[in-house]
């Protein structure tokens, strides 16, 4: 009785508020094998270092969106998890191989952070009274947009928003020698955006921004995907 429940229910599996945050699972699976079964080499430090974010950002958005979703939000928490994981093998490796130039990279590296850290401090703080402002303002178009359930003082427009993030890192690797591409992450990544571009229309409120940041992930990262498979397993 309990499983029938669990089967016909808001996110069971018959609907795609299950099968999109299961995609998700396949980033921190990928993170996880990589880790067991992969060189550091391999870690692309950039993409671990903006996943973190991404996926710190999609626990909170789990939480807020309506059905709730636990497993969008344990898949998540496990990605994090599973990222850090790859950041800390990346700085000991790039200390040892590279003795001259790799602490400024970690040093880079973590000044970004701390600066992004900085940041989103500062926009949290700001964006109660803002937001009380430009509702109290009733100056038509800002008033909306400040009222809008998806819009820029809610997790609904940040966390879809920043998913373009990923998609970026993958255009700036669009060169990337496919002996440092990881298969499992981009096939991760091809995945959650190709079942998330449909979820985004069943969730409430339905969000177009995360249709096209999904749409941009599948399509960025099945150009990589389809490069490591031609090279790995087609030429």
Known sequence: MA???????PTGPMTTHF?????????????????????????????SATQVLYSGLFV?????????????ASCHTANVCAQTNQLRRWVEHIQISEPETGPQKVKDIGMIAA???VVG?????ASGPLQKAMMSSKAGLISGIAMAPAGPFHIHF???????????????????PVDKI???????LTLTG??????????????????????????????????????????
């Open 158 to 176: 940040w966390a879809p928003n920043f998913k373009w993030a990923l998609s970026i890192n993958n255009l700036l690797d669009i060169q990337r």
């Open 19 to 47: 099968w999109g945050p299961m995609a998700n699972w396949g980033l921190a699976l990928s993170g996880i094998y990589d880790a067991s079964m992969k060189g550091p080499e391999i870690i692309n430090e950039r993409m």
């Open 121 to 125: 401090a500062g926009v949290i703080a």
């Open 194 to 235: 190709v079942l998330f571009m449909r979820w985004s229309f069943v969730i409430t409120p339905v969000n177009y921004s995360l249709f096209a940041v999904n749409a941009a992930l599948a399509s960025s990262s099945g150009f990589l995907l389809a490069r490591k498979v031609k090279a790995d397993y087609l030429s």
């Open 60 to 72: 909170r958005f789990a939480w807020k969106v309506q059905p709730r979703n636990y497993l969008l």
């Open 182 to 188: 990881s298969l499992s992450m981009t096939s991760a």
């Open 3 to 9: 499983f029938m429940a669990f089967i016909n229910s």
């Open 115 to 117: 600066g992004v850290g």
